[in-house]
C-alpha cells in the first residue's frame, strides 16, 4: 500500500509518484486501497468531478496507472485510525541505492522535495530520519529542485558532512552529473555556459535565479549524447552550485528545459505532453586518489538510471 500524508486542518491535495508494481491497476481501485476511511461514494464523485487527475489530465474510474505516475488526490478527510503520517508512501528505503557507514545516497523521485518547508510538511530527509530512527545523525550534504529526480547524498556522520562539503567547494574530486532534456537542437559548439547567476526571493518566498552581470560567477558544461525532432538529450555537468543553474543556463541559451515550469515554455510542453521537468541527477561521485592520506575521503562512484516518466519520453522522441 502507498501510505498518504497524515491530513492537518484544512486538509490539502496531494501529489504521490506512483512505484514500481502498480503498473496497469485502475484509479479507482487505487484509491479505495489507499484512502482508508473515505467512502467510495466520495472517492467517485472527486473523480467524476475532475478532482483526481493523472499527469496533469483528468482521470476516469477506469484510467490505468503506470509506473512513474503523478497522481493528484484532492484534499480528502480520513477517519482519524485510518491517517497515516510515517512517510511510508515514499518507499523511502527502496530509494536507497547506496549506503556504507558514512553516508547514503537516495534516487529521489521527482515531485518531492528534499526537505520541509514553503508550505510542506516533510521532506526526503524527514522520510529518512522516519525511516532510521535508530541514526543519530542524518544531514543533507547538497540539494535537488523538487521536480529533479536522481542521486541526493545525505551524510550520516557529521565529520564526513564537513570533509565532503569541502570537496563540493573545491570542486577538483566531488562530480555531480544530469540528464536533461531541452527543446530544440543544441548547438555541439556550445561545451559550456558561465553566464553569471543573481539570485532572488519572490514575496511568495519562491526563488528564482535570472542571468545579471552582477551576479555569481558559474559554469555549467555540457554535451549532446542526442537529438530528436526539434529536442535535444544533454549531459550537464554543473563544475559551480548556483540555484536553479542548469535550467537558467539552458533557457538562457535558448534551449530550455523540456516541462520547466518557471524557465520553460509552456506551449512546447503542451504540445509534447511533458509529465514533469525533463531532468535526472544521473550520477554522482568522488574521485579516487593515487596516494591518499590517512584522513582523504575513499573515491566513490553511483549511478541512477532515468526513472519510468523520462524513460518513456525517451524511447517517444529519441532513437
Not at 43 to 51: A, F, L, Q, S
Not at 104 to 132: C, N, Q, T, W, Y
Not at 133 to 142: A, D, G, N
Request: some cysteine; aromatic content about 6%; charged content about 25%.
Amino acid at each position: 500500500m502507498i501510505q498518504l500524508i497524515k491530513q492537518v486542518d484544512p486538509p490539502k491535495a496531494q501529489i504521490v509518484t506512483i512505484p514500481e508494481g502498480y503498473s496497469g491497476q485502475r484509479i479507482d481501485n487505487f484509491l479505495i486501497t489507499n484512502l482508508k476511511g473515505v467512502p467510495k461514494t466520495r472517492i467517485y464523485r472527486m473523480i467524476r468531478k475532475g478532482e483526481v487527475r493523472i499527469n496533469g489530465g483528468r482521470a476516469k474510474p477506469d484510467s490505468r496507472i503506470a509506473d512513474g505516475d503523478n497522481i493528484r488526490i484532492p484534499p480528502v478527510r480520513m477517519a482519524a485510525s485510518d491517517a497515516i503520517g510515517n512517510f511510508e508512501f515514499l518507499e523511502i528505503e527502496k530509494s536507497i541505492i547506496f549506503e556504507n557507514e558514512l553516508m547514503l545516497i537516495v534516487d529521489k523521485p521527482a515531485g518531492m522535495a528534499v526537505h520541509g518547508g514553503s508550505g510542506l510538511s516533510f521532506g526526503v530527509i524527514e522520510a529518512l530520519r522516519a525511516a532510521r530512527p535508530k541514526l543519530p545523525f542524518l544531514e543533507l550534504v547538497h540539494r535537488l529542485d523538487r521536480p529533479t529526480s536522481g542521486c541526493l547524498m545525505v551524510a550520516k556522520k557529521r565529520s564526513f558532512l564537513k570533509k565532503i562539503q569541502l570537496e563540493l567547494h573545491d570542486k577538483s574530486r566531488l562530480h555531480k552529473y544530469y540528464d536533461v532534456f531541452v527543446h530544440g537542437n543544441w548547438s555541439a559548439n556550445i561545451k559550456e555556459v558561465t553566464a553569471p547567476l543573481k539570485k532572488n526571493t519572490l514575496k511568495s518566498g519562491e526563488r528564482i535565479s535570472r542571468v545579471a552581470a552582477d551576479g555569481k560567477g558559474c559554469k555549467t558544461k555540457f554535451s549532446v549524447l542526442s537529438q530528436g525532432d526539434g529536442i535535444s538529450w544533454l549531459r550537464a555537468q554543473p563544475v559551480t552550485g548556483r540555484t536553479h543553474q542548469i535550467r537558467v543556463h539552458c533557457a538562457h541559451k535558448g534551449y530550455p528545459v523540456i516541462g520547466d515550469s518557471k524557465y520553460g515554455d509552456e506551449l512546447r510542453d503542451k504540445a509534447l505532453q511533458a509529465p514533469r521537468m525533463m531532468l535526472h541527477a544521473c550520477s554522482l561521485g568522488l574521485a579516487t586518489i593515487a596516494k591518499p592520506k590517512a584522513d582523504d575521503l575513499e573515491g566513490f562512484w553511483v549511478e541512477s538510471k532515468l526513472d519510468a516518466q523520462m524513460d518513456r519520453f525517451a524511447k517517444r522522441f529519441f532513437s
